[in-house]
């Protein structure tokens, strides 16, 4: 399956060994390895998954023909990329474990998802253990730190070009940007980090609490992340979850990254039916099953999809996409009256745009030329014009109208 240009990127950090590449291959049935011992994954592993609208196809009784992803008549599934790295341990910014070079692999993510062992049957240097041994609230503080301390040796290891810059004149923002710009965060974002500390001065007179200071402020705002609280078919992991729901400020989702591997490989193979976030499955034939094979079905829908609805990776990713960047999902067609691309195909595209998106970043999104030429939008639901500046709603179905 194929993204389509630009898609947004996703990316999955965390602690070693605790289901970081069992969540990745479970939501884009990419194979990787996984195994239950630190450091399994060294090289990153990128695949395709998918955050869920409800389709526009169904209101106008046709069906959609996607470009990317598919539709099953109600709704429809949109790519995006997700990116499974090497796990890490405390002191990675020292070098520790695998080092934080794969750090450098998650600079073009928009948001991260931390993938935790919510059963705390993984200690500190991520050797398995008896669940409950460990407390996975010091994994998602030590991850985050670790993401601060990252950002802090790029800034010192730059700071003789920041001077450079300041001494000729540049704004701190703009001298910050440049050193950070391989991070993909906007320069008025980090300007606003900065009036928020009162941080005026330049970096170099900066004290060590304000430079880790500026760098976690800068991450939350600019790298934001969502917790999926893995392995809650281990009953050790509910008190747990109730813990971290109430002491982090980030979204804490409830997941088991198996279970939702073994659903959608067993739907892969005929043997029942289940699309990715469905809170139930439907056997095709019991009698294709072994016993073994009903009795893991059988305890995935009892301990799991019955006690927390879903299996929780595809509300992770979707919290991240929607509720955490506020992303909106658009269809763009040609022809207003037929719903389709000059080819013909209906509703082909589902574009997914950040929040304050206009009709010309759709345009641009679409194509640099339908940009350059384009002249207004038609919003095809009431036929209206649009402007150009006017900010898009999700599942908004919009005709560009350009200039022959
Ligand atoms: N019980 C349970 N075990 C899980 C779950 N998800 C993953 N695991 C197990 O956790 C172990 C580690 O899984 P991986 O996916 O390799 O973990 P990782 O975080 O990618 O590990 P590294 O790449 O080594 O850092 C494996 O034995 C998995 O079977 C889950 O939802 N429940
Ligand atoms: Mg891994």
Redesign the pocket.
Known sequence: MVVQRGGMLVGLV????????????AATLVEA?????????INPNEGIGYVRVRSACREFGVKCQPKYGWCNGHTRYVPIKLL?V??LVKGAHRGRGLGNKFLDDLRRASVNII?I?A?G?TDEE?NPVPPSSHDPLEDVRMVKEEFALWVVSIVKRSMSKIRGKVISGSPVDAALYEILSGLDISRGLIKEVLMDLSLEKSPESWSEEELIVFSRELLKKGKPFVVAA?????PEAEDNIKRLSTSLEEPVIP?????E?ILRKAARSGLIRYEPGDSDFEIVDESSLTRAQLRVLDSIRERILKRYGTTGVQKTIETAVFDVLGMKVVFPVENESKLSDKDGNLLPDAILLPPSATVRDLAEKIHTEIAKKALYGIDVRNKRRISLDHVLKQRDIVKIVVAR
């Open positions: 965390g602690k070693t060994n605790v289901g970081k590449t069992t969540f990745f291959s390895e996984r195994e239950n011992r630190p450091f399994v994954t499974d090497a796990g993938v062992d059963a049957s991520g893995n392995k809650i078919d281990i997941v088991s990254a198996e279970a591997l």
